[in-house]
């Protein structure tokens, strides 16, 4: 793990943008998988602003989603695909061909993960992740005591998520399951870029650079991905003996 640590949110999210607009780059034909929640907006405007200076193209990459909350679709508020569509995907006017996200409200979930473990493996694999951390140390929403050997799957929510989450939705929402890519498929990029800001991570940071790699805080698992850098702000990183 390569630990930066910024002046403040707006910093961390300049420097992940510059970041990624170098990578793409270099690969044009990036595969690309960007987190919802909150934490990259900031970087997914920086980005919209780039492009649209025509510093950046986007229109050869392709975009796998991460995570959703079973039930919802790109059409509900709060879902991460509408935050993805509204934050990146329509401003940047990304073709839907290069758009894969799993059906969370297919009747058929396990058709949905299948589906989009063989497109990952189609296209060689990740390129680039960019990913927050949950309080509860969950990645996407592989959440405390999931199997690191997993790949796409269905998982029952962690309480934390549960109500957590009651922050993306304007009325209260009954979130139960979540379909997410496995850490497996996060270990398996190339280069994952992990954002953190704000005093309610840092317990979550420190455990996930300095404590042990276990499931029950599964971004500790990114202590084992040689390419992985972290961008934190002061908040998020003072817990750390840096
Ligand atoms: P946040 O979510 O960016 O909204 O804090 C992060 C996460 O739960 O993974």
Known sequence: ????????????????????????????????????????????????????????DFSSCSFIGLDEWVGLDRHDDGSCQETMYNTLFSPLNIKESNIFFFDAKSVNLEDECRKIDEIISSKG??????LGIGVNGHLGFN?????????THVIELDETTKVVGQ?????????????????????????????????????????????????QMPASALQKHDNCYVMLDKEAAAQLEL
């Open 125 to 130: 694999g990740i390129d680039l992740m960019l």
């Open 167 to 215: 922050k993306y939705f304007k009325v209260e929402t009954e979130l139960t399951k979540g379909i997410t890519l496995g850490i497996k498929q996060v270990l398996n990029s190339d280069t994952v870029i992990l954002m953190a800001n704000g005093d309610k991570k840092a317990d979550a940071v420190k455990a996930m650079v300095e404590g042990e790699v276990t499931n």
């Open 143 to 151: 959440e405390p005591g999931v199997q690191f050997d997993l790949s």
């Open 1 to 56: 793990m390569i630990i930066n640590v910024y002046k403040d949110y707006n910093e961390i999210s300049q420097k992940t943008s510059e970041f990624i607009v170098e990578y793409v780059k270099q690969k044009p034909e990036a595969i690309i998988c960007f987190a919802g929640g909150t934490t990259p907006l900031r970087t997914y405007s920086l980005l919209v602003d780039y492009a649209n200076r025509g510093e950046i």
